[in-house]
T-cell receptor, first 115, second 112 residues
Framework: DSGVTQTPKHLITATGQRVTLRCSPRSGDLSVYWYQQSLDQGLQFLIQYYNGEERAKGNILERFSAQQFPDLHSELNLSSLELGDSALYFC??????????????FGEGSWLTVV | AQSVTQPDIHITVSEGASLELRCNYSYGATPYLFWYVQSPGQGLQLLLKYFSGDTLVQGIKGFEAEFKRSQSSFNLRKPSVHWSDAAEYFCAVGDNDYKLSFGAGTTVTVRA
């Protein structure tokens, strides 16, 4: 158990819908990362927050957004869902905001199926 | 741009045999390198990491990896594989101090 908690573990929804994935980082971790794992794209970095502020953006679609709240939990919002958004979404956390000297711990992921 | 290549999509190894998973990276500066393992239905677990110093890195579950700058490689090894090592293994490079770029992964099957 990495200490990173993600909910829900599984989610099935229809195209065009909107869903919210939630992440609670490890106790004491200020940085939260979101990754998408799909069959065709592999593991892709989406976005990173540090202590409530956005720090880095990767291959995140405009239909997707995220935020980190004062209690440090984070939510990833996916809207106007398409079949291709079906994937495993990972949240990860770390104490610091950079990779250097830092260890990033991953949650077990949220499986999203769009039908 | 940074990238990671894992040349082997799938490896089958007998229980008790040695295992080596290859990883090549492309990165202009000193890389931060990682190996993660993903068991079926599980998240990503960090096996080991390299930031600097000794190029032979010891990790959990009996794994080790060697950083070779001249070959741009960071291969993962285990002397004797157990059935529980069957999983998918990902090599990653940390770039721009913010994100990990992952390889496509290598699936390891362990036969009795």
């Amino acid at each position: 158990d990495s200490g990173v908690t993600q909910t829900p573990k599984h989610l099935i929804t229809a195209t065009g819908q909107r869903v919210t994935l939630r992440c609670s980082p490890r106790s004491g971790d200020l940085s939260v990362y979101w990754y998408q794992q799909s069959l065709d794209q592999g593991l892709q970095f989406l976005i990173q927050y540090y202590n409530g502020e956005e720090r880095a953006k990767g291959n995140i679609l405009e239909r997707f957004s995220a935020q980190q709240f004062p209690d440090l939990h984070s939510e990833l919002n996916l809207s106007s869902l398409e079949l291709g958004d079906s994937a495993l979404y990972f949240c990860a956390s770390s104490v610091q905001q950079g990779i250097s000297g830092n260890t990033i711990y991953f949650g077990e992921g949220s499986w999203l199926t769009v039908v | 741009a940074q990238s990671v290549t894992q040349p082997d999509i799938h490896i089958t190894v007998s229980e008790g045999a040695s295992l080596e998973l290859r990883c090549n990276y492309s990165y202009g500066a000193t890389p931060y390198l990682f190996w993660y393992v993903q068991s079926p239905g599980q998240g990503l677990q960090l096996l080991l990491k390299y930031f600097s110093g000794d190029t032979l890195v010891q990790g959990i579950k009996g794994f080790e990896a060697e950083f070779k700058r001249s070959q741009s490689s960071f291969n993962l090894r285990k002397p004797s594989v157990h059935w529980s090592d069957a999983a998918e293994y990902f090599c990653a490079v940390g770039d721009n101090d913010y994100k990990l770029s992952f390889g496509a992964g290598t699936t390891v099957t362990v036969r009795a």
